[in-house]
């Protein structure tokens, strides 16, 4: 059976410790990884996870597969789309909405694919789950008042 490939996106800000460990496991466990970034906010990620071991194994990595997401959506979009919150307090700032709108563009443009959210850790290989669902979707409680989609899969 071929490695199942799966698709992430990180943007904003610099990368967080652990995110490299999150996409790593995805490595681990057999699957391509396209890793979509905007290579002109990741410049100085690249940079830092070339001085660890970890980093230096991820970008070694003959299943990773660095992307452009400007491919799919221009970061100039993207910015436009940045959510500044809710209420005086700013509650919920983010990239959430534009997230979204770039999973479903990707999953519309590569049909069989699967989505995984950045901060997401694979414990085993998606392909040893046998789906016959055109669709998967798996969420995740977040921020304590509501749920988000952490995976999506489309079949053709």
């Given at each position: 059976?071929?490695?199942?490939?799966?698709?992430?996106?990180?943007?904003?800000?610099?990368?967080?410790?652990?995110?490299?460990?999150?996409v790593?496991?995805?490595?681990?466990?057999?699957?391509?990884?396209?890793?979509?970034?905007?290579?002109?906010?990741?410049?100085?990620?690249?940079?830092?996870?070339?001085?660890?071991?970890?980093?230096?194994?991820?970008?070694?990595?003959?299943?990773?597969?660095?992307?452009?997401?400007?491919?799919?959506?221009?970061?100039?979009?993207?910015?436009?789309?940045f959510?500044?919150?809710?209420?005086?307090?700013?509650?919920?700032?983010?990239?959430?909405?534009?997230?979204?709108w770039?999973?479903?563009?990707?999953?519309?443009?590569?049909?069989?694919?699967?989505?995984?959210?950045?901060?997401?850790?694979?414990?085993?290989?998606?392909?040893?789950?046998?789906?016959?669902?055109?669709?998967?979707?798996?969420?995740?409680?977040?921020?304590?008042?509501?749920?988000?989609?952490?995976?999506?899969?489309?079949?053709?």
């Open positions: 059976m071929p490695p199942v490939e799966v698709h992430s996106l990180w943007i904003g800000e610099s990368f967080p410790d652990w995110l490299p460990h999150c790593a496991s995805y490595i681990r466990t057999g699957h391509v990884i396209n890793w979509w970034i905007y290579p002109e906010e990741r410049e100085r990620d690249f940079e830092l996870l070339q001085c660890n071991e970890v980093g230096q194994r991820l970008l070694a990595s003959p299943l990773l597969r660095l992307r452009d997401a400007n491919e799919l959506l221009p970061l100039e979009l993207a910015r436009k789309m959510f500044y919150g809710v209420g005086p307090e700013r509650k919920w700032q983010g990239w959430a909405p534009f997230s979204d770039f999973r479903y563009e990707l999953l519309s443009r590569h049909p069989g694919s699967c989505w995984v959210d950045a901060d997401s850790f694979s414990l085993q290989n998606l392909g040893q789950l046998n789906l016959q669902a055109s669709l998967l979707c798996a969420t995740e409680k977040h921020r304590n008042d509501r749920r988000t989609i952490g995976a999506a899969q489309v079949v053709e």
